[in-house]
């Protein structure tokens, strides 16, 4: 499941499911919607529509919008600020955010 190390003695809670374009995976209680995707190996949230280039995570601040993800009932929001939640469908957003 994790491409990431995780810290020995940490205990990370139980994993909530979650989907991202149709893939099944698993996020911990707190994590980011970007954390998530980062830790199952998926770099790239959408696809740019001006170079048709791969985005993802970038900032971790909020303010560049590269993260940006369609989250079912919730519009398009910024993945490295926005709690994953249990059965949350996650898809790329579509071209360039502005």
């Not at 980011?32 to 949230?45: D, E, F, K, P």
């Not at 519009?75 to 996650?90: E, L, S």
Request: charged share 20%; glycine share 16%; proline share 4%.
């Amino acid at each position: 499941m994790s491409k990431v190390r995780m810290i020995n003695g940490i205990d990370a809670g139980p994993a909530i499911e979650f989907s991202f374009d149709g893939q099944d995976l698993t996020a911990f209680p707190g994590e980011s919607i970007a954390s998530a995707l980062m830790r199952a190996g998926i770099a790239a949230h959408r696809i740019g529509w001006r170079r048709s280039e791969p985005r993802g995570y970038y900032c971790g601040m909020g303010l560049c919008w590269e993260c940006a993800v369609q989250v079912d009932g919730e519009g398009v929001v910024r993945g490295c600020g926005y709690p994953v939640k249990a059965g949350m469908q996650v898809k790329a957003a579509d071209g360039d955010i502005e």
